[in-house]
């Protein structure tokens, strides 16, 4: 019996989901500032609810970046009648350090707020999920997801110019729709392969 339980205790150690690393780099150290909230990203592998790095995993990187579809979201505050809006982005186009612009890697609206309580996004995607996959050597890029309040009767679009995801101008969308700030989480990753 004894056997067993040593057994059914090392199974369940070894299919526990990683968590991130909550190690930053130096120049990072500024980043920890920027989740609040409560907001959790759920992958098949890796559980994310605190601004982190990736482990250095190769396998695990890669498949974030060419396997995994899109995360559980889960935010246990939601208030199951109000609406959200959910934004993922890379602001570390091409590089941290050569002038970074914002990549829209998602972007959903009209979320229930009763969905986010169960980690099951239903709204309306305006943009579909595009995996964390920064250039090789380009150095570690972050991945923010901001939860936003969408005001009452408040139809969200994307103009003519916003069709691309790159160069994304994230702080006059969230002016445009008057758009309240709930909760965000981030974390960084680097090319699997560096």
């Excluded at 991945?143 to 916003?162: D, G, N, R, V």
Aim: proline fraction near 8%; include cysteine.
């Amino acid at each position: 019996m004894a056997l067993l339980g040593l057994f059914l205790v090392s199974f369940a150690f070894l299919w526990e989901p990683y968590k991130t690393e909550t190690i930053l780099l130096p120049q990072d150290l500024r980043d920890a500032s920027f989740c609040h909230g409560g907001l959790k990203v759920v992958y098949p592998e890796l559980d994310i609810d605190q601004c982190s790095v990736i482990p250095n995993d190769k396998k695990l990187r890669e498949k974030l970046s060419k396997v995994w579809k899109a995360p559980q979201i889960y935010f246990p505050k939601a208030q199951k009648k109000r609406m959200y809006v959910l934004v993922m982005v890379d602001p570390d186009v091409p590089r941290r350090s050569a002038h970074p612009a914002y990549w829209r890697h998602w972007l959903v609206v009209n979320i229930k707020g009763s969905s986010l309580l169960t980690g099951e996004i239903r709204g309306e995607t305006l943009t579909d999920y595009l995996p964390p996959t920064p250039p090789q050597r380009s150095g570690y890029h972050r991945y923010q997801f901001m939860l936003f309040e969408q005001p009452p009767h408040t139809k969200i679009s994307l103009t003519k110019e916003e069709s691309s995801r790159g160069k994304w101008n994230l702080q006059g969308f969230i002016r445009r729709f008057n758009l309240e700030d709930v909760a965000t989480l981030q974390f960084l990753t680097q090319h699997f392969k560096d």
